[in-house]
Nanobody, 120 residues
């Protein structure tokens, strides 16, 4: 089990940037790490993943604007979000899954989420 704690959310205007952090309770070098988001009235969607070989995957709406990275020395996952749009408004969650990246949302460990609000 891995406890995950997100931070860094907030309110910004369109075009602005935010950097989300996800601090893990243990080393995550053998985990696939992911970012998800859920907007009001919508289903949760995967935003970005990074596997234990540092391969990254992004959904099309955030490709080129969001970057995920890991600082293994600090057991922390990051999501740098640039050129934010109102449609990026959502609760953002980080998740961890041992060894592999699930193709659905059946991940083993989840954080509590951090709210991102982008105004036009």
């Amino acid at each position: 089990q891995v406890q995950l704690l997100e931070s860094g959310g907030g309110s910004v205007q369109a075009g602005g940037s935010l950097r989300l952090s996800c601090k893990a309770s243990r080393t995550i070098g053998d985990y696939c790490m992911g970012w998800f988001r859920q907007a009001p009235g919508k289903e949760r969607e995967e935003v970005a993943t990074i596997d234990r070989f540092a391969n990254r995957r992004y959904i099309d709406p955030v490709e080129g604007r969001f970057t995920t990275s890991i600082d293994n020395a600090k057991d922390t996952l990051f999501l740098q979000m640039n050129s934010l749009k109102p449609e990026d408004t959502a609760m953002y969650y980080c998740a961890a899954n041992f060894a592999r990246c699930p193709w659905n949302d059946d991940w083993e460990n989840w954080g509590q989420g951090t709210q991102v609000t982008v105004s036009s």
